[in-house]
């Protein structure tokens, strides 16, 4: 018995510090069980008053995972190539070729853009320098710079961005308010947002990605829109007379390919009955018509209206490079960013504005920006203050423009278009047409945490709701229950006390995986839950392997004494050796996996390095103490 | 309670027995995988998946037509435990458009329902790229890990039968995955805990086999004048009470999980259940036989020579 003080010394060395790890995890349940027993007030009041204990037990805690918590995980990727397209200070039509190779192959390939980007545009002209594009005083980027230092400088402005955008992320996110949000970096273009607990999907998307653009810009010349719209229905018109002749207007499109090739594009066609403008006799037959009409109130600076069903019908058809070569270089088709009214089937309709393609101020100038409410129609709004320097440029533009139209442009859609009354001095300026105090809010939020150096596009999400998250720790849990109940019952019956005891080993074990779990601040995911059923299963085959031992020596003669003593010896290496390959698929899945992956395989691992401590040192303990101290029988059935 | 405390089957005599068997389940495999082919989960082919929530159940078939006129692509819609289904689309566009759309056209075609979004998982085609990279690696790199340890602890004849069952344990279960899939009332998509269930089984199966091995070793060393085929047979024999107690628990626990561990865990759990019961097959009728074949082999050779 004397070679077991130092077994037993580790088991209660174990015991305790698990204990310790998971006494937070137990305080915190018992909180929570106390504070949904309480009222609104008395809540309040208990949290005020314990605030620092209950954070703390919560911070030590075992960690749930998004998936039994509910909440959203977002991978946002920075758009490296809109980012090189800014940088740029001046580009031609080979920049644009060279961008649109370079798309194609990082996203097929393992290079990444900017690698791409070099690559393609020395394989046009070995001897042409990519100086020519990029110019940056502060990196010390002239005509003379070589490829290789422009190159550099891409690089280390896609890092930059990268780690600003993190930063204006976390302070979205901090803004918004959400309990322990978590915003890390994976890899070198990717950021991965973890927010437990949201109910507003859809916001939280708007806010992570808005790259908050504002910008003030002059509005399209009546007259020169007005004939914009003409030509690029009269192409229309065109090319639906020649389809109608071609195909006696089957498709009735005015590009057969891109009907053929586009189902959202011939159903919007069908619709042409009921879209806004179906019943002008011109528009049978030309596709712009079907889905768009043109200049609504007559000459202004509203080029179009569309359905909110028909917008992507619409995009579609204006982005044909014919039509792109109709609109004027230095001018821009938005929408307004909320439906102007309904039709007559309650469906949306938004206006398309023509906008000037530079802006005369910019989001940049903005100091302040707060969330208020327009004093006649109590309609949410945002009012902002320039700098100075914006305040100067606000009141030059605007003195020269009384009577024109200025739109407020955020991330690409026009918010208000307002009429300039006169010169406007204090650099003052607000955003209306917004739909809810949220949005305003929102808006407020992303102006004052900065523009994102470059866009950012979700890659990935994964969002569960609470009530699925909560139905998921319950199914876990009888599954944990019910699991470790029907293997423990079989071990008993059929291994008798050695059942028992390896029942007991079995229990110990699901304690230690989980103060090692908490111990190590790991998260318990639905996987994870599943991996300790696993375990569960798993565990008591160590157990087995040494009780068929055990009895095959007693077949011998030995004694119980020697049969134990022999059972455990040569059970050993098999053990080892089985429960050695699943540690290592354990260790792969934990590199190469994410997530709830990653949970799954921490508590295979945990749950092997347990079992075979439980089941090889605890149960002997315990076989030498009823066999040698106590000179009991022991049945292992 | 005792069962097989004696056993003495002909597991090797009959080995041709489980070879018939094992390839016609490797046959009914490639069949499922030929014609059916897998069904690939969003994580490997990019896409969006919305559970949806509802108050009153919904008819599958007419969710699907509402929702293909405005999602534009053909979406897959399927029950998703009680009440709520599990809309999966293909379409790219705007996750918030997109997500609008699919609660408006449901509540304007089944008003009073109130569908809640109470699960997404939207993947880009460019990460689920890199996640069918990961997936690949994660494979490839078990099997290298395994393959090692075997060659370093037995020699290589116990490697290669180890492997030979752990490719057999897979194909099958993959085989039944791409036979069964839709046929189930549950998911049998192929993502990313798929492929952690599988690493578990080629685990789990290895687990089997090596005791077995292990048991061989001993034998061989302690009954020298025996035939090889008769010590494998007899370490088969004596290890297979172990092989079927922990079998049988382990099958105990994952059916409790595919029975209560909820629809998120259906699908890992089923390809548990079945490549458990494989992998226990596998290493009675193929790992053991396989060694005993190359060893015959090299025996034969060994006398030729002479």
Avoid at chain 1, 316 to 321: E, K, T, V
Avoid at chain 1, 407 to 429: N, Q
Avoid at chain 2, 80 to 89: D, K, N, P, Q, S
Avoid at chain 2, 183 to 190: E, H, T
Wanted: negative net charge; glycine residues 8%.
């Amino acid at each position: 018995m004397q070679g077991n003080g130092l077994k037993i010394g580790l088991t209660l060395f174990f015991l305790v510090l698990s204990g310790y790890y998971l006494y937070p995890s137990v305080k915190a349940y018992v909180i929570n069980q106390r504070l949904e027993a309480m009222t609104e007030e008395e809540r309040a009041a208990y949290m005020e008053e314990h605030y620092d204990d209950i954070r703390q037990t919560q911070e030590r805690a075992l960690k749930l995972g998004l998936d039994l918590l509910g909440g959203m995980h977002v991978t946002l990727e920075v758009r490296v190539d809109e980012l090189v397209r800014e940088l740029a200070t001046d580009t031609d039509a080979t920049f644009d070729e060279v961008m649109e190779a370079a798309r194609a192959r990082s996203a097929s390939g393992d290079v990444s853009f900017i690698q791409a980007f070099v690559q393609e545009f020395e394989a046009r002209d070995p001897n042409a320098r990519l100086s020519r594009y990029f110019r940056s005083d502060e990196a010390g980027i002239n005509r003379r710079s070589t490829n290789e230092e422009v190159a550099a400088y891409l690089e280390q402005e896609a890092n930059d961005a990268i780690d600003r955008a993190i930063e204006i992320i976390r302070q979205r996110v901090d803004r918004y308010g959400v309990t322990e949000p978590s915003i890390q970096k994976q890899g070198t273009r990717r950021i991965v947002v973890e927010l437990p607990g949201i109910d507003d999907a859809e916001r939280v998307r708007r806010l992570l990605r808005g790259t908050a653009r504002l910008e003030f810009r002059l509005m399209a010349d009546p007259a020169e829109l007005t004939r914009v719209a003409q030509s690029i229905i009269e192409y229309y018109e065109a090319a639906a007379d020649t389809a109608a002749s071609d195909t006696s207007g089957a498709a009735g499109t005015g590009e057969a390919d891109t009907a053929a090739a586009d189902p959202l594009l011939a159903g919007a066609d069908t619709s042409a009955g009921d879209a806004v403008l179906g019943d002008d006799p011109v528009g049978a037959g030309n596709p712009l018509l079907a889905v768009m009409q043109p200049l609504p109130y007559g000459p202004g600076v509203v080029f179009g209206q569309v359905l909110e069903t028909d917008t992507a019908a619409v995009n579609r058809l204006l982005r044909n490079p014919e039509v792109q070569a109709l609109i004027p270089d230095d001018i821009e088709l938005m929408y307004t960013a909320s439906p102007v009214g309904v039709d007559q089937n309650g469906r949306e309709v938004y206006d398309i504005l023509g906008v000037r393609s530079t802006a005369e101020l910019t989001g940049e100038a903005i100091v302040e920006a707060t969330v208020d409410f327009d004093q006649f129609t109590n309609q949410p709004q945002v009012s902002m203050t320039m700098d100075s320097e914006g305040a100067r440029t606000w009141a030059r533009v605007t003195g020269a423009n009384v009577g024109k139209n200025i739109a407020i442009v955020l991330d690409g859609v026009v918010y208000s278009y307002p009429v300039v009354e006169g010169r406007i001095v204090g650099g003052r300026s607000r955003i209306t047409g917004l739909d809810s105090r949220e949005e305003a809010q929102d808006i407020v939020t992303v102006l004052e945490s900065g523009a994102l150096p470059a866009p950012v596009v979700i890659v990935e999400e994964r969002t569960v709701g609470p009530s699925l998250g909560q139905a998921s720790i319950r199914a876990g849990f009888w599954s944990v229950l019910v699991g470790l109940l029907l293997v423990a019952l079989f071990m008993i019956w059929y291994y008798r006390t050695a059942g028992v005891v390896a029942d007991l080993a079995l229990l110990l074990n699901i304690v230690f995986i989980l103060g090692i779990l908490a111990a190590f601040g790991a998260t318990l995911t639905l996987p994870g839950i599943a991996g300790i059923v696993l375990t569960i299963g798993m565990a008591v085959d160590a157990n087995v392997l040494i009780f068929e031992r055990i009895r095959e020596e007693q077949g011998t003669g030995k004694t119980l004494k020697a049969a134990v003593e022999a059972g455990y010896a040569k059970a050993l290496s098999a053990i080892v050796d089985a429960n050695i390959t699943t540690f290592f698929v354990g260790v792969i899945l934990y590199s190469f996996g994410v997530g709830p992956i990653q949970g799954f395989a921490v508590t295979l691992m945990a749950g092997i390095l347990c079992s075979m401590f439980t089941a090889i040192i605890v149960t002997r303990i315990i076989f030498d103490y009823m066999i040698i101290e106590r000179r009991a029988t022991v049945s292992y059935g | 309670m005792r069962i097989f405390e004696n056993a003495n089957f002909d597991f090797i005599q009959n080995r041709t027995r489980g070879y018939i068997f094992s390839g016609i389940l490797i046959l009914i495999s490639i069949f499922g995988l030929v014609t059916r082919g897998l069904e690939v989960g969003i994580d490997f082919s990019g896409g969006m998946e919305f559970v949806i929530e509802t108050d009153a159940p919904l008819n599958v078939t007419a969710v699907r037509t509402t929702l293909a006129d405005v999602l534009g692509s053909d979406p897959e819609v399927k029950t998703f435990g009680e009440g709520a289904i599990l809309v999966r689309t293909l379409a790219e566009g705007d996750i918030n458009e997109m997500q609008a759309r699919i609660i408006e056209s449901i509540n304007s075609a089944f008003p009073g329902v109130n569908p809640r979004v109470q699960k997404t998982d939207i993947v880009g085609p460019r990460f689920a790229e890199d996640l069918k990279e990961g997936a690949v690696f994660a494979v490839l790199g078990s099997l290298l890990v395994i393959f090692a340890y075997i060659l370093i602890r037995f020699e290589w004849r116990f490697g290669l039968g180890a492997v030979v069952a752990l490719f057999h344990d897979v194909f099958i279960t993959l085989g039944l995955f791409a036979l069964l899939h839709h046929l189930l009332p549950f998911s049998l998509q192929i993502d990313q805990t798929i492929i952690a269930a599988l690493l578990t089984i080629v685990g789990y199966s290895l687990n089997d086999t090596v005791v077995v091995f292990d048991r061989i070793r001993e034998y061989t060393n302690l009954f020298k004048t025996e035939a090889y085929p008769n010590i494998v047979n007899r370490s088969i024999n004596n290890t297979l009470s172990r092989t079927l107690i922990t079998s049988g628990t382990t099958l105990l626990v994952v059916i409790t999980l595919f029975i209560l561990g909820g629809e998120v865990l259906r699908g890992f759990a089923f390809a548990l259940i079945v490549g458990i019961a494989i992998g226990t097959y596998s290493s009675i009728f193929v790992a053991s036989p396989v060694v005993v074949e190359l060893r015959l082999r090299a025996d034969a050779q060994k006398a030729a020579r002479r």
